[in-house]
């Protein structure tokens, strides 16, 4: 049962030259109930960008998204607070300082995903029993986050995004701030309750390694668009497209050789006829600098790139750039 | 000791007792509250036979020119200048954050028309502000008010408008956001409270200048008039004094004025580190 | 002073805490030896209040004031450095000893160019000037694998991306050709391709120069991929340090496996990861002697009230537990 569909998603920001940032370029995938889907990528991959576009805090330039069969994508988000779908897609924050409100209590913050200010009756019982099933006791609930560690911080932002019972929750780096060993909890935490509620999750992290536990297929963006999307065992231990090459053999430990691909440049005014990695990558023929590469099936999956006969089992080694 | 504090302690080893503080805002408070019913003599009837009598067992302060307890209309005077500042200060925070709230939340066109208004007030002194609107309204205690009001709403909108802005995208209005509520609510009742440690701040010492004000303007003749009294007219009748050597009519006003800003201004600092988050 | 030709240690600690406030109060960071040798490169892995950021500031020679430091013995090539002699340090910070921080962007002054900024080390260092500063910056530049070094050269911070940020404060760093470098988290907050790219470029130079290089991290596995040797280090007390294959072959202190057991990398399925219960020891309260006992499964009253030994094994690898692995 497919849950969200993205169809050529696009979200352009308009910078003060006339130019325009193309933060997301025609995206498009599918996550189906109960299912996770990892989103991986560098700065200006267009991550978080997307990740609000799902959440529909920002409006797409192009595209359609459907959230079980209904289009959502045409309502502003301004509006959209009072379409019933808002209470099922919930977002996870990343655990900084700004991801609770620091003058109201745990108890409180986890009430704003209820869409209350203040803490009522009925309220507070959802409020005790999510808090209770993401490990925080009744004494954590009257505390400031100030007075609660990193990892009880980002349990109570799992709580506040999980009290409304949503269907797909869409976390954005949830756990970048916290130490290892916290971290450890949290995504175990995050696994359970995705088992246990059936929960479809859209995982977005910078980390290959915890896509890899936490999701069943991945996404990899370069600079708004798609590069590769597939099992996430498959296209980890396989890449197919050169930057997905690129990106495992720079993760470290990953007992490959390392490549150097250079700097990322922006997704400014990008060229529609051309395949954005073109610059960088070392198997760059001149058909990659004319033609925008389509998403095709390569095995069990989808590959943007002109050369996947030449990606086959390549150890990705030729430095190009700086 | 944490890091912190070390840190803290290093930089700034002294500070001013916080007891200090709180017992000026004791004194000055009593004198305002219910320092009109304990005064000995009546603040305004004159006496002429007794005029100008230094200060002695009968008359704490001494008498003034036309035979008032000079006593009496010392302590008199704080409810009237506490009450002007307070009055002034709390209608301006109201409004400056209300007018710098919008701003920073709506921005665009919003905020450009607020932040040129707030710019053409800047451009006023406050005492020809003070003198114009006395023209056009009359000169009484509530024009004072209006001109304090309006000289010091820069202030406050200026400095909610930046905090606002800066948390428009904080992760957790995003939340209340994605939660359906509204963005009137999430002002006032998520955001603002985050505020209010500053602007608590703000405030009190903002009252140690509204006093002063309001001294400078009734000592230029607008605002109170005689006979009620007023420390900035105590001063400016006392000032005629000075050679003749009458030096209590000028002296117990005014050190009652430097001991009404100096309890604010300490106020302010104990309220400063009190509310310090980094003490939390 | 040539540090490289002795062949005595390059940094040798014995003994050095580091405290806030007077002699009453506990160490935050306590107990330290450490020795580094020529041209070793060497990782501090240690999570947030593990105490490695002091660490690290303390030898390179840039503590707050507001800590004081007591050592038996902290010596960097025979100078030293236990004297609360700031000159003692001067000489040897920006020369012999190059730092290079996190977050480079705010390490760099906004008003300058990137050129002015490595003019000033190498002035103040080479004593260079004029038409050989300026070819020392291009070559510089060039060093640290910037393109268009001349052009850069005259770029502002603004302008340039964080690994290129990182990349300047790099030459900064080499620029006194030091005998030892010490990189706090050179790589947070830069993406992936690039984190490979700035320690691979970090790790050419200390192989070219022999110089030592003292990576501070909170990435297990990002110390593996670099680093010779690994130092764990948990509240203040250093409780491992062993080649790193043998670290991760066989961790002897509970909480190096602990640690290793909790990332991700090592882990095959979620249910392999495991977090570390407990919280960090509050200074102040009474802290147990060995400071991870209270969130320890294998603690005996004994790790309370007696700090454990640090014990070497014959392959250079120590542990400080009563009841190791």
Same mark, same amino acid.
């Given at each position: 049962m497919t849950l969200l569909e993205a169809i050529e998603l696009k979200k352009r920001f308009p910078l003060r030259n006339g130019r325009q940032v193309h933060?997301?370029?025609g995206v498009s995938f599918a996550v189906a109930d109960g299912e996770s889907l990892g989103i991986v990528g560098e700065s200006g991959s267009g991550k978080s960008t997307l990740a609000r576009l799902v959440a529909r805090l920002i409006d797409p330039s192009d595209g359609v998204i459907r959230f079980d069969g209904r289009?959502?994508?045409?309502?502003p988000a301004a509006r959209f607070?009072?379409?019933?779908a808002r209470r099922a897609i919930q977002l996870v924050f990343q655990?900084?300082?700004?991801?609770?409100?620091?003058?109201?209590?745990a108890a409180r913050n986890i009430a704003v995903g209820l869409g209350q200010t203040r803490v009522g009756a009925d309220a507070l019982v959802k409020v005790q029993a999510i808090a209770a099933e993401v490990g925080l006791g009744p004494h954590h609930l009257s505390c400031r986050p100030h007075q609660l560690s990193g990892g009880q911080q980002a349990r109570v932002g799992i709580a506040r995004a999980l009290v409304s019972e949503p269907r797909l929750l869409i976390l954005?780096?949830?756990?970048?701030?916290?130490?290892v060993s916290v971290q450890a909890t949290v995504l175990k935490l995050i696994d359970g309750l995705q088992r246990r509620h059936q929960i479809a999750l859209l995982f977005i992290s910078h980390d290959l390694e915890i896509v890899r536990l936490m999701c069943e297929r991945i996404l990899v963006l370069y600079l708004g668009r798609v590069a590769e999307i597939g099992p996430v065992e498959q296209v980890l231990r396989e890449p197919r497209h050169p930057y997905t090459q690129a990106l495992v053999g720079a993760t470290?430990?990953?007992?490959?050789p390392r490549a150097t691909v250079g700097e990322l440049t922006g997704s400014?005014?990008?060229?529609?006829?051309?395949?954005?990695f073109h610059s960088r990558?070392?198997?760059?023929?001149d058909r990659c600098r004319s033609e925008q590469p389509v998403l095709r099936a390569v095995g069990e999956r989808m590959v943007a790139c002109h050369r996947t006969e030449a990606t086959a089992?390549?150890?990705?080694s030729a430095p190009a750039g700086c | 000791m944490s890091e912190a504090a070390a840190e803290r302690s290093f930089v700034s080893p002294v500070r001013a007792p916080e007891w200090v503080a709180v017992a000026l805002l004791v004194l000055m408070g009593s004198m305002a509250l219910i320092g009109p019913f304990l005064v %000995?003599?009546? $603040?305004?009837a004159t006496d002429?036979?007794?005029?100008?009598?230094? %200060?002695?067992? $009968?008359?704490l302060f001494g008498t003034d020119q036309l035979g008032r307890d000079v006593f009496s209309r010392v302590i008199v005077s704080a409810r009237v200048d506490l009450g002007i500042a307070f009055t002034a200060v709390i209608t301006t925070l109201l409004i400056g954050s209300a007018l710098g709230a919008a701003a920073g939340w709506a921005g665009g066109w919003t905020d450009r028309i607020v932040s040129r208004l707030l710019d053409t007030i800047m451009a006023f002194p406050l005492f020809v502000l003070a003198v114009g609107i006395a023209a056009a309204l009359g000169n009484s205690v509530s024009s004072v008010v209006i001109a304090t009001v309006i000289v010091n709403l820069p202030l406050y909108a200026r400095q909610v408008r930046t905090e606002i802005n800066r948390r428009r995208g904080a992760a957790y209005v995003e939340a209340a956001q994605l939660a359906g509520i509204g963005p009137f609510t999430i002002v006032a009742l998520h955001m603002m409270p985050n505020l209010a440690p500053q602007l608590a701040v703000q405030a009190s010492l903002n009252l140690g200048w509204a006093i002063l004000n309001a001294a400078g303007l009734s000592f230029l003749g607008l605002g109170i008039r005689p006979p009620h009294p007023e420390w900035g007219i105590m001063v400016s009748e006392g000032a005629a004094y000075i050679i003749s050597g009458e030096w209590w009519l000028f002296v117990f006003p005014g050190v009652m004025l430097l001991l009404a800003v100096l309890t604010f201004s300490l106020t302010g600092d104990a309220l400063r580190d009190r509310l310090d988050p980094r003490r939390a | 002073m040539n540090a490289r030709a002795s062949t005595s240690p390059l940094l040798a600690i014995e003994a050095l805490s580091i405290r806030f406030g007077d002699d009453q109060c506990p160490s935050t960071v306590d107990a330290i030896d450490l020795v580094i040798g020529r041209g070793e490169i060497i990782a501090l892995v240690g999570e947030s209040g593990s105490g490695k950021s002091l660490l690290a500031h303390t030898i390179a020679g840039i503590?707050?004031?507001a800590a004081s430091v007591r050592a038996k013995r902290f010596e960097f090539a025979g100078v030293d450095?236990?004297?609360?002699?700031e000159h003692a340090f001067a000489s040897l910070r920006g020369r012999e000893i190059g730092i290079v921080f996190q977050n480079p962007r705010s390490a760099l002054?906004?008003?300058?160019t990137v050129g002015s900024h490595i003019a000033d080390v190498l002035h103040e260092h080479r004593g260079l000037r004029f038409r050989r500063l300026e070819a020392a910056v291009i070559a510089a530049l060039a060093a640290v694998r910037i393109p268009e070094p001349a052009a850069r050269a005259r770029?502002?911070?603004?302008?340039?991306?964080g690994g290129m940020c990182q990349r300047v404060m790099i030459a900064m760093a080499l620029a006194g050709d030091p005998s030892l470098l010490v990189a706090d988290?050179?790589?947070?907050?830069?993406?992936t391709t690039t984190q490979a790219a700035i320690l691979d470029l970090i790790l050419d130079h200390a192989r070219a120069r022999r110089m030592a290089t003292l990576f501070i991290t909170h990435d297990l596995v990002l110390a593996r991929a670099y680093a010779e040797r690994i130092v764990v280090m948990h509240a203040g007390q250093i409780v491992e340090e062993a080649p790193t294959d043998r670290l991760f072959a066989a961790p002897r202190h509970p909480y190096s496996a602990a640690l290793l057991s909790a990332t991700p990398a090592n882990a095959?399925?979620?249910?392999?990861l495991n977090g570390i219960p407990g919280n960090l020891p509050k200074l102040g309260?009474?802290?147990?002697?060995?400071?991870?006992a209270e969130r320890c499964?294998?603690?005996?009253?004994r790790c309370r009230s007696e700090r454990p030994a640090f014990v070497f094994d014959t392959s250079r690898h120590g542990a400080a537990c009563w009841v190791s692995l």
């Open positions: 933060a997301v370029d289009e959502i994508g045409n309502v607070a009072r379409v019933s655990s900084a300082d700004d991801a609770l409100n620091p003058s109201f209590s954005d780096e949830p756990t970048a701030s916290l130490d470290p430990g990953h007992g490959r400014i005014n990008p060229q529609n006829e051309a395949c954005l990558c070392p198997l760059a023929v089992g390549l150890g990705f | %000995p003599y009546d $603040a305004i002429p036979p007794i005029a100008l009598q230094q %200060p002695s067992s $009968a008359h | 503590l707050t004031p450095l236990r004297s609360p002699q002054n906004p008003v300058r770029s502002y911070p603004g302008e340039l991306s988290e050179p790589t947070t907050g830069l993406d095959g399925t979620v249910a392999d309260v009474s802290i147990p002697a060995c400071r991870f499964a294998r603690a005996i009253p």
